[in-house]
């Protein structure tokens, strides 16, 4: 329990500093004016543990230069598309993501099983995942990233994340939620806005 708050909190630091990485001086301004807020409740009633980071992306710009650990070094996230079994090897995930954003929007994924659901779909501009665990009260998951945000992570090399240039790109979209998981023992919600707390 602890780590997964541990965890949430150093992810937060890492994508809120990787979200705004060095740029010129009016990415800077408008930087400065967004915030990153990750919120993390896990637990019930009275053992119930909280985390509120909440990150200036003008913060994250003079921090994202200085992490430098395990996958995660000059802004950069090195990921294993590999994996154990080589499944993804010859998937071409930027190709991918180049045909579906310049598609018209839909739905593009569903996968409806005996407990689970999941949907991919692009609307306005944006890639939206959504994912149904169990039957009423499982887990839900939501993802809402701006094409920008995604083309900005996948300007990087080949089997990595260049979070540095999505911070970038997140400063200069609007205030939005990204990311939310809601399950019956915990709750994550991740979102930009111009607000210095959490709500």
Not at 63 to 88: C, M, T, W, Y
Not at 92 to 111: P, Q, S
Request: charged residues 30%.
């Amino acid at each position: 329990m602890k780590n997964l708050i541990a965890i949430a909190g150093i992810l937060g630091l890492a994508v809120g500093a990787g979200l705004a990485a060095p740029a010129g001086k009016s990415a800077s301004r408008l930087s400065s004016d967004k915030w990153l807020h990750v919120r993390v409740e896990d637990g019930k009633g009275e053992e119930i543990e909280r985390v509120h980071v909440n990150v200036p992306l003008s913060l994250a710009e003079a921090v994202i230069p200085a992490i430098q650990v395990d996958n995660l070094k000059n802004g950069k996230v090195r990921i294993d598309v590999h994996g154990e079994d080589g499944s993804f090897k010859d998937v071409d995930f930027r190709k991918i993501l180049e045909a579906l954003r310049d598609t018209r929007d839909g739905n593009f994924v569903t996968v409806e099983g005996s407990g689970d659901n999941v949907r991919v779909a692009k609307q306005g501009g944006y890639l939206v995942a959504k994912v149904r665990e169990g039957k009423a009260g499982g887990s839900k998951v939501d993802v809402k990233l701006p094409f920008e945000v995604v083309d900005a992570l996948l300007s990087g090399g080949k089997d990595e994340l260049n979070i540095a240039a999505a911070v970038r790109a997140l400063g200069e979209h609007g205030d939005g939620v990204l990311v939310t998981v809601d399950d019956e023992k915990s709750k994550v919600r991740i979102w930009v806005d111009s607000r210095n707390e959490s709500e």
